[in-house]
């Protein structure tokens, strides 16, 4: 048949048409959280008058990548209000980083709450003067989640410094390994000081082409997807594998993938030995569970698999960047865990949906030293106070379930704009929420995403050609439905 009936646990009786124009919304009674809107709502082109003009007044900064200004204070749940008054579905949410939508109540009382006063006015220098019940904190909160086979975590403040720091922690472990866990030369002591072998040894990362780590220096070196990044950027003569690039839809290429994810496997293989032999042998590999910036590109549970045995095998520690995986977007709280295994990693950083920043690690990976893994702020407690509570708000509201559930009605739209719009739609894609789908050009995906701005769908970008959507926990099946009406109609009207 050319329709199909979804019914939310909203009560929402929803018909949309795969070969109609218009995805049509029959809606019964709805319950609407009180902090949230029900639909956008513009009032100008985005950006409108206001937002122009406040982008003149911030000559002091580069503004070339601002999209608009926003009025914070009147933003609510999964809908961003601009300082034009322009109410959008916000299905990007601040770069993947708003786990339980804007102003949520919850958050709100922990600001007000005069117990946790002193965490807001004092940010301590957690490496030499963390607070009394930062312990108690961190279980409650980032150990509550650790991923499996994971004892120990080291907070930082921002992914990139998650990463940065876990690369170190990777090398530290290495050399600790290779010297037999004695202490250091006076060679060594000595040559790293002028930035010298053996005390700078020449160890290297293997990442993987379309990745992004962050944007500082180690990070940059095991970043591959857009030149802007490292352009004019010196960088380390690292390994680099190619990412599988699978064919949609999978059930039709399961031997191409298949055949597609062993050639990149066997150049993983074949890089390790290769950078041995230059003397530059790998400590470690970095890997996305899907690579976000990149392009939203995915691989299939048993490259994951083979990968991480490819590591244990030639000595590498295993990191799984889940900076804008983790959280709950895919509908598991890690994308690792789709993985299905028992021992995933020796490193998993986060960041993002998690607010504050930072990476699990086995025991082996503990620094040996007092300050070589350090910073003066290294994270920031008042956040794992925010943390806690979107814990307690994921749990009593069972937002992962929810996320499976408005993931698989959006990834079930995708498929059926893609059908509808062959000319303009491919590749549709995700797990949980944490889904894509490509244009046929740049331009034309540029387009529908200005378009839809301008009806109120603020949406983000990734890789050559691709539309990322990136929404909050609390996003539910009518706000799917509204994200497919306002694309339906877009592309309806496509030239």
């Known amino acids: 048949p050319d329709w199909i009936i979804y019914r939310s646990s909203f009560m929402h009786l929803f018909i949309y048409f795969a070969l109609g124009s218009r995805y049509v919304s029959k809606t019964a009674t709805k319950t609407v959280s009180e902090f949230e809107y029900d639909a956008p709502s513009m009032k100008t082109a985005v950006p409108g008058p206001n937002n122009i003009q406040l982008c003149l007044s911030l000559g002091l900064q580069n503004v070339g990548a601002v999209h608009f200004f926003c009025n914070y204070e009147e933003s609510r749940g999964n809908y961003l209000v601009d300082v034009d008054g322009n ?206 910036e990149g392009g939203d590109n995915h691989a299939s549970p048993d490259f994951f698999s083979k990968l991480r045995n490819i590591a244990r095998k030639h000595g590498c520690a295993f990191h799984v960047d889940e900076v804008q995986t983790g959280g709950g977007t895919t509908g598991k709280f890690w994308a690792h865990e789709h993985w299905g295994l028992d021992d995933p990693a020796d490193v998993v950083s986060f960041s993002k949906k998690l607010l504050t920043g930072g990476y699990y690690h086995r025991d082996e990976l503990q620094p040996d030293k007092p300050y070589r893994i350090f910073n003066t702020w290294m994270g920031d407690p008042s956040k794992n106070l925010f943390l806690l509570e979107v814990l307690n708000v994921i749990r009593r509201e069972n937002l992962l379930e929810e996320v499976t559930r408005s993931g698989k009605a959006l990834l079930q739209g995708l498929y059926a704009l893609q059908t509808q719009y062959p000319h303009i739609l491919s590749r549709a894609r995700g797990q949980g929420t944490f889904c894509a789908i490509d244009a046929c050009n740049d331009a034309t995906r540029d387009s529908i995403m200005l378009k839809a701005r301008n009806k109120g769908l603020f949406m983000g970008s990734c890789g050559e050609k691709t539309i990322r959507f990136r929404p909050a926990l609390v996003f539910k099946e009518y706000h799917v439905h509204q994200l497919l009406n306002i694309l339906n109609d877009i592309l309806a009207e496509h030239k």
């Open 87 to 292: 109410r959008m579905l916000d299905v990007y949410t601040q770069i993947s980083s708003i786990p339980i939508g804007y102003n949520h109540p919850a958050l709100i009382k922990v600001m007000t709450n005069p117990n946790n006063v002193s965490a807001f006015v004092n940010r301590p220098a957690l490496g030499i003067l963390p607070p009394e019940n930062f312990p108690d904190k961190l279980f409650e909160s980032l150990l509550s989640i650790a991923p499996s086979g994971m004892s120990r975590v080291q907070t930082m403040a921002c992914g990139s410094c998650s990463n940065e720091n876990a690369f170190k922690s990777m090398f530290i472990w290495y050399r600790n390994k290779e010297r037999g866990y004695a202490s250091p030369s006076e060679q060594e002591v000595g040559t790293c000081m002028i930035n010298q072998s053996p005390g700078c040894p020449d160890l290297s990362i293997l990442s993987f082409m379309g990745a992004f780590h962050g944007r500082t220096m180690g990070c940059l070196a095991a970043t591959h997807s857009k030149a802007i990044h490292k352009l004019d950027i010196p960088s380390f003569d690292w390994p680099i594998a190619p990412f599988p690039k699978l064919q949609y839809p999978l059930e039709e290429f399961v031997r191409e993938n298949a055949q597609e994810e062993a050639r990149c496997l066997e150049e993983v293989e074949d890089l390790i030995v290769k950078w041995r032999q230059k003397g530059r042998p790998v400590a470690g590999i970095v890997i996305e569970p899907i690579q976000a």
